[in-house]
């Protein structure tokens, strides 16, 4: 058997592959890190207040909510999803922000989206009108331009704090929209 050339290269380069490795995990630890940050950067905004909830249940993926909007049972959050290395630098899909809507029945899905799209502005992201899934808005976090560092991370904080501020703004303007829809829908 012939080993090709690229293994060949990782052979006599086998150090430099494992210190690679082992940046790659320190990497998503602080990729993390900065997931986690978004809460100590909303608590500097002006809308955030101490009602909303901030949740970072795995570490590429956090939301928050606010508990007067909607309910338990058919609440909605927003937040950013997959920011790991090879979506933020790679080839797979960007990670992504998002409205996500917890009811099972997605008629609430279909009136947000509804909302959203009557309402005044443009909207930030798509909205998806497919039934087949939980969000009613994605939009993509921007990938890191080849040479990117610091002001990257700084852009996806800003990106991300706009959309989260904006989809605030909306989803407590259609609050009672959403209360009466799962009024209905509880009796």
Known sequence: MRFTDDSILL???????????EAVVRLEGEMAEFVKSIEQELDGTDWWSGEW?????????????HP?????????????????PDRAFGSADPPFLYVWVEEEGRDLLQLVVERIEQMPGESLGELDHRKSNRYAV????????????????????EQTLDF???YASVLLELDDVIREHLAKNAE
Request: hydrophobic share 30%; glycine share 10%.
């Open 68 to 84: 007067h909007l909607g309910s338990d049972e058919g609440g909605l959050s927003m937040g950013i999803d997959n920011f790991t």
């Open 138 to 157: 994605k939009q993509p976090v921007q990938k890191c331009p080849p040479g990117g560092g610091e002001e990257y991370f700084e852009a996806v904080m």
């Open 164 to 166: 989260f501020e904006h």
């Open 11 to 21: 052979i006599q380069n086998w150090q430099t592959v494992e210190d690679i490795q």
């Open 53 to 65: 909830v901030f949740s970072q249940e795995r570490p590429k993926q956090a939301d928050c909510w």
